[in-house]
């Protein structure tokens, strides 16, 4: 099936920096999500991006779809403690299903 | 608006055991999913719905059932609990793209 490459797997940085992570997949994709997972939560739609070469921000958070529709970024900037969490990247690809795509997601730690 | 909701939230089982997870959406959306969740592994597709009275398989559905009982409900059966359906399960419903999660459901199978 299809797969998402997240990456790095974990981040231990210092509050104030800032931070980048990315997806890549083999297939195309028509939409990429970004979500966040708090312990002993659900996950929470950060971002969502509909067009290739689209930037779009939230507060700190700026993502990317890339222009070859295989790829996302996602930016934080002046990392904060609260930003501690997994950060998953999603695809869709309106191929016939319905289907959500997941990365592995990446791990942040903030030391304040 | 409650969103999606999910219970239990905590269970522990016995091998052999079996039990139904619910999952309600009160967003009007048409698709719905059940994934799990294991340390290092992401969230894994076990079964989806497009729309009511339509259930598909994802990437690990051996050992589940599903039930799209109507537009709001979805639930996940255990007919048999193993061990290695141990993890955090999680429900989600969609319009087109943008899904929504409830909080999961804990698992522990003994």
């Known amino acids: 099936g299809q797969q998402l490459n997240q990456s790095p797997q974990s981040m231990f940085i210092q509050e104030g920096e800032d931070v980048s992570m990315n997806c890549t997949s083999s297939s195309i994709f028509n939409t990429w999500l970004w979500y966040k997972q708090e312990p002993g939560e659900g996950p929470v739609l950060l971002i969502a991006l509909y067009k290739a070469g689209e930037l779009t921000s939230n507060g700190r958070l700026t993502a990317q779809f890339g222009i070859t529709r295989k790829d996302s970024f996602l930016n934080i900037s002046a990392s904060i403690p609260s930003d501690v969490g997994i950060y998953f990247c999603?695809?869709?690809?309106?191929?016939?299903?319905?289907?959500?795509?997941f990365g592995k997601g990446t791990k942040l730690t903030v030391n304040p | 608006n409650a969103g999606v909701t999910q219970t239990p939230k905590f269970q522990v089982l016995k091998t052999g055991q079996s039990m139904t997870l619910q999952c309600a959406q009160d967003m009007n959306h048409n698709s719905m999913y059940w994934y799990r969740q294991d340390p290092g592994m992401g969230l894994r597709l076990i079964y989806y719905s497009a729309s009511e009275g339509t259930t598909d398989k994802g990437e690990v559905p051996n050992g589940y059932n599903v039930s799209r009982l109507n537009k709001r409900e979805f639930s996940l059966r255990l007919e048999s609990a193993a061990p290695s359906q141990t993890s955090v399960y999680f429900c989600a419903s969609s319009q087109r793209t943008e899904a929504f999660f409830g909080q999961g459901t804990r698992l522990t199978v003994v």
């Open positions: 999603a695809g869709h690809n309106q191929g016939g299903s319905e289907k959500l795509v």
